[in-house]
């Protein structure tokens, strides 16, 4: 889809055009006190193309991603150039650089789209449960877990063509402690590009974390 949405736009008479798809997901869980609070998703889904015409440069984006969108993506965008070049007082000249093409895989053991809900929010219940039985102190506990993944896939007219899969995870806690008319708080969180299996690892189980 990305390649016919920039085959037209040279078709209409752009002299370069790119585009960038993605498909992310980012997922978060709160529990709270031993209860889960709430569990949410986004999805971010679609397709941007920008377009280089004379002068003038436009960008336009869909969500929805068949043929007919694309191609009108691509028409918007190149709409978009023609009538910023009648404006434009500086000629784009775009220098000439070697086509690039790679793809970046995520390779991780335990990639979260692959473990159960369940699994993800035992992670936050057992940092709830380690914090509020570490000392009667202990007034409130969160805990929470985030994870964002998927594909970005990058195309222009000149033959570049890359992609990659960004995964982030994070496991987060903080507990606020009580003793007499002294409050005090604290948090902890482990995370990055890593698969769930880093959870596993006696530094940052989230026993150690709580």
């Known amino acids: 889809l990305m390649a016919k949405g920039i085959e037209h736009a040279l078709t209409l008479g752009a002299f370069f055009a790119e585009?960038?798809?993605e498909d992310m997901i980012q997922r978060t869980l709160e529990v709270i006190n031993g209860e889960v609070r709430t569990v949410s998703e986004t999805r971010n889904l679609g397709i941007g193309i920008r377009?280089?015409?004379k002068k003038g440069n436009g960008f336009s984006f869909s969500n929805v991603l068949d043929i007919e969108n694309i191609r009108q993506t691509a028409e918007t965008a190149f709409k978009i150039a023609r009538v910023s070049s009648k404006k434009s007082l500086l000629k784009l000249e775009l220098k000439e650089i070697k086509p690039a093409v790679e793809k970046k895989e995520t390779n991780v053991k335990e990639h979260p789209k692959d473990v159960a809900l369940d699994e993800k929010k035992d992670f936050c219940l057992r940092e709830c449960k380690s914090s509020s039985e570490y000392s009667k102190q202990?007034?409130?506990v969160t805990a929470r877990f985030a994870e964002y993944y998927g594909s970005i896939h990058f195309l222009n007219s000149e033959g570049t063509k890359v992609s990659h899969e960004p995964l982030?995870?994070?496991?987060?806690?903080?507990?606020?402690?009580?003793?007499g008319s002294k409050i005090?708080?604290?948090?902890?969180?482990y995370g990055g590009s890593y698969g769930l299996?880093?959870?596993?690892?006696e530094e940052h189980t989230p026993e150690r974390l709580g």
Request: charged letters at 20%.
């Open 168 to 179: 982030l995870v994070g496991l987060h806690i903080s507990c606020i402690a009580k003793k």
């Open 138 to 140: 202990i007034a409130n």
């Open 19 to 21: 585009a960038k798809g």
């Open 184 to 189: 005090v708080d604290a948090s902890d969180v």
């Open 197 to 201: 299996e880093a959870y596993k690892q």
């Open 51 to 53: 377009v280089f015409h």
